[in-house]
């Protein structure tokens, strides 16, 4: 399980590592869940929480990055099971309440070539269990309420609705609006509008943060989005 820290004594943690990356951020007794993966990491999470609410500790969110069903497809079964509110982006909600999925479209030639011809089954095997929203986010939304120094900031391109979490101006938890899969880039194999998420790569950078952890894959730095940045800035559209 992978661990980060910060310099104000928040921790990061990678609890479910792999298909979907799930992540707890704590402070003191205070825990916020980000996303909840597939089928598959819903005993993780189960254990998790089960284990936070017993020894007295305080979670009171989820945070859900955005609405595709490997980030979404445990959020019904948590709100069943656990006191937590669910947070979420508005451009993204009628898809939440439905267990639908936001356009997926590949960002290169051959990616967006399989969601052109294969779009309508890929969105009818991908349903998940509709789920409400508690906490409706548009800009910027602070979680000093939930006991933790930071704030969600809305990160569009990949989906419409698709947010970062920053923790303590240090660590964002970016969802899908980068990848952590090659060495040497962040660029998702899908983005459905791609100038839009470069956008929101430069709005990360505005921030402090010197990590970015992404929903796949394993973090990347400043360093290497600042230069991804530089070399998607005149990107031919597809
Ligand atoms: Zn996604
Ligand atoms: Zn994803």
Redesign the pocket.
Known sequence: MRTWKTHNDSTIECICYGRSNVFLVSRNDHHILIDTGTSPSYATIRKTLNAIFASGGKAEALIL??A?F??SANASKIKAAFPLRLVAHRDDLSHFINGT??E?RGSRPFTRFITDTFQKPLSGMMRYSPVEIDVVVDDRYDLDAFGINGYIIHTPG??PG?VSVIVDDEIAIV??AMFGVKKNSVF?P?ALDVKTMVQSWKVLLDTSCSTFLP?HGSENSRELLERECQRYADLPEL
């Open positions: 990055t955005h595709h490997d980030h999925n936001p997926i990949h989906t698709s969802g899908d998702p899908f929903s």
